[in-house]
């Protein structure tokens, strides 16, 4: 299917302080679907504009909505480049198929990115650690009280000018594991990136920073023993001997950026793990001297060191100021890959030309 350019024109106008995800570009690329006209309709990119939506879309009721995350940077020669769009796409198809929303061919799905991406391409920032962020998303629209699925959704995919998670450099952050609320149980939706997950951990969260922790750290929903991911990161521990993550339970979202650590560790012949994490195991390590450090990884800010977890009465403390030897190794790494700056031995990288 071609994707119809309604109009082309860009006005850049990028502020001093970006905040995350509050600018947005010039274009939006849209698609409907309607299940008596036969499924997906026309594609379009188009002007940025506010949606014309019914109240009683079912989007607003029974919460079927889903998106993506990802980013574009500009490279040190000048090129414009993608990392692993097409594993969002998937992602986007997998998160689609949970929530009973219909999927996209991923041929066009992807397209549809890189085509808006080249439109509003003099949107990138070109400073170091800027980028531009992809928020692929899909809701249901058709007007309707009755709980079942939408035969209306609405594809749209929007741009969004970002500067640096952290300004102030590569901080470390700490954060509170919460054993008092739960994000995702085994066979739910976790892990889909579908918006009603992130709506019931806002509590935590909220929580958390009135305790002047950034993040929450989220156990299992079912025994609260074992740890499963942050906010919007995976998490990785660093024992002396081993690497280790949480393995993908159904409860946690498959991350890109943890599927490219991973890699990144086997490469450099790192004990790399997906299993079990017990928090208690995460407490002992510490106290035996056995953990060397925790970061998490996620689109946004690519690696976050920990500098502080604080689990009941225990409290891990890393440097405040500094950030772990391993995780600034594989932040130079991934983010010298986006920029161009190091090799792209696995093909990560898409480019537009
Ligand atoms: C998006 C997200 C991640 C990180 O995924 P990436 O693909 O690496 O950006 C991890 N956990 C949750 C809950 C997320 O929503």
């Known amino acids: 299917m071609n994707i119809e ?24 690329f849209e698609m409907d679907y309607d299940a008596s006209k036969g499924g997906w309709q026309k594609p379009v990119i188009k002007k940025f504009e506010k949606l014309n939506i019914s109240p009683a879309a079912m989007v607003f009721h029974y919460g079927q909505a889903i998106f993506e995350g990802l980013k574009a ?19 986007l198809n997998k998160s689609a198929a949970r929530m009973s929303i219909p999927q996209v061919d991923p041929k ?15 949107w990138i920032p070109t400073k ?26 609405k594809f749209i995919i929007l741009l969004s000018p970002v500067g640096p ?33 992130y709506a019931a951990g806002l509590i935590a969260q909220a929580e958390a920073k009135k305790e002047g922790y950034t993040q929450v750290l989220w156990l299992d929903a079912v025994e609260q023993k074992y740890i499963e991911e942050v906010g919007a990161m995976n998490i990785f521990i660093q024992f002396k001997d081993e690497v280790a993550t949480p393995m993908l339970s ?14 990144l560790l086997k490469d450099w012949n790192y004990n790399v793990t997906e ?19 925790i970061f998490g990884t996620g689109t946004a800010a690519v690696i976050s060191s920990v500098s502080k977890l604080k689990y009941n009465n225990n ?14 190794k594989l932040y130079e790494e991934l983010t010298g890959i986006q920029y161009g700056k190091i090799e792209d031995k696995h093909g990560w990288m898409t480019y537009i030309d």
């Open 5 to 28: 350019v309604l109009e082309k024109e860009t006005n850049v106008i990028i502020p001093e302080n970006l905040v995350f995800g509050k600018v947005f570009t010039d274009h939006v």
């Open 73 to 91: 940077y500009k490279q040190v020669d000048g090129r414009i480049a993608l990392f692993r769009p097409e594993k969002n796409v998937e992602r």
């Open 108 to 122: 066009l799905a992807l397209e549809a990115i890189l085509e808006l991406v080249r439109i509003d391409q003099d």
């Open 128 to 153: 170091p650690g800027y980028s531009l962020y992809i928020r692929p998303f899909m809701i249901a629209t058709e007007e309707c009280f009755g709980v079942r699925p939408s035969d209306n959704y």
């Open 165 to 197: 998670y952290y300004p102030e450099g590569f901080k470390p952050v700490p954060i509170m594991v919460t054993d008092k609320y739960v994000r995702a149980v085994r066979k739910g939706t976790g892990e889909a990136k579908a918006a009603g997950n």
């Open 250 to 263: 159904g409860s946690i979202l498959p991350g890109v950026t943890r599927m490219s650590v991973l890699q």
């Open 275 to 293: 299993r079990l994490i017990s928090i208690q195991e995460v407490v002992e390590s510490y106290k035996n001297g056995n953990l060397l450090e």
């Open 315 to 328: 409290i891990l403390q890393f440097s405040d100021e500094q950030a772990g030897e391993l995780g600034i």
